[in-house]
Nanobody
Framework: VQLVASGGGSVQAGGSLRLSCAAS????????IVWFRQAPGKEREAVSY????????YYADSVKGRFTISSDNAKNTVYLQMNSLTPEDTAVYYC??????????????????WGQGTQVTVSS
């Protein structure tokens, strides 16, 4: 059972990246999937949320209008499309699965599974 996050990289401000969170050993439909990010010296913050069974989503104010969360149930994968990136988006991005599906997102300690993190670096 695992989540694998991928798709990070280095881009210039204004650029785009698409992160992927692939699940194996369990079905995403049963969980809420939340993308978190953690910048150096800062707390881990929730960025976006989705329940793939019914399409309910949530976005933090800091990313609303720029990031889009989606899923491909056939691939058991959740995506985070990130557009108009700014240096403030620089962080390690993690995906996490919450069986309780708390909305808009559960506290960090409540998640059943975590991906390993993928680095996003945005230069000005």
């Amino acid at each position: 059972v695992q989540l694998v996050a991928s798709g990070g990289g280095s881009v210039q401000a204004g650029g785009s990246l698409r992160l992927s969170c692939a699940a194996s050993g369990f079905t995403l439909d049963d969980y809420a999937i939340v993308w978190f990010r953690q910048a150096p010296g800062k707390e881990r913050e929730a960025v976006s949320y989705i329940t793939t069974s019914d399409g309910i989503t949530y976005y933090a104010d800091s990313v609303k209008g720029r990031f889009t969360i989606s899923s491909d149930n056939a691939k058991n994968t959740v995506y985070l499309q990130m557009n108009s990136l700014t240096p403030e988006d620089t962080a390690v991005y993690y995906c996490a699965a919450d069986l309780a599906r708390l909305w808009p997102y559960a506290p960090v300690y409540r998640y059943d599974y975590w991906g390993q993190g993928t680095q996003v670096t945005v230069s000005s």
